[in-house]
């Protein structure tokens, strides 16, 4: 998965349309790791 894939998902998660382009700065794992802690938050929240 791409690191434009990952800040959209990241971008739909957090239901945003800010300017989120800064997390392309990041390496690949950085941002699979950001996108496992939000869903793991987000689903945490839902219970």
Known sequence: MTREKLSAIIQGIL????????????EKSELETLV??????VDQAGR
């Open 15 to 26: 239901k945003t349309e800010v300017d989120l382009s800064f997390l392309l700065q990041l």
């Open 36 to 41: 496992a802690c939000i869903r793991e938050r």
